[in-house]
């Protein structure tokens, strides 16, 4: 990981060295705030997922118990 830079007093004049630093500032923020968006999204995808599952787990009970109700009615 990166060693966290210090922002620098803003000069009178903006040279090209201050809006390099500003910018090396931002970049490691960003890289941090992606890093973090995409745990986030991992542990989304994941969620997703176990809700999918329980979702055509229920399905397939309704499926199962509507064709056995079906057959059931045909049968008496």
Same mark, same amino acid.
């Given at each position: 990981?990166?060693?966290? &830079? &210090?922002?620098? &007093?803003?000069? $009178?004049?903006?040279?090209?060295?201050?809006?390099?630093?500003?910018?090396?500032?931002?970049?490691?923020?960003?890289?941090?705030?992606?890093? $973090?968006?995409?745990?986030? !999204?991992?542990? =989304? +995808? +994941? +969620?997703?997922?176990? =809700?999918? =599952?329980?979702? &055509?787990?229920? !399905?397939? $009970?309704?499926?199962?118990?509507?064709?056995?109700?079906?057959? $059931?009615?045909?049968?008496?």
């Amino acid at each position: 990981m990166q060693a966290k &830079k &210090k922002p620098i &007093k803003r000069p $009178t004049r903006i040279t090209a060295e201050f809006v390099n630093h500003n910018l090396e500032l931002h970049e490691i923020q960003c890289a941090e705030r992606w890093k $973090t968006c995409f745990n986030h !999204l991992e542990k =989304l +995808d +994941d +969620d997703i997922g176990s =809700l999918n =599952l329980w979702i &055509k787990g229920g !399905l397939t $009970t309704i499926v199962i118990s509507l064709v056995g109700i079906f057959i $059931t009615n045909i049968i008496a």
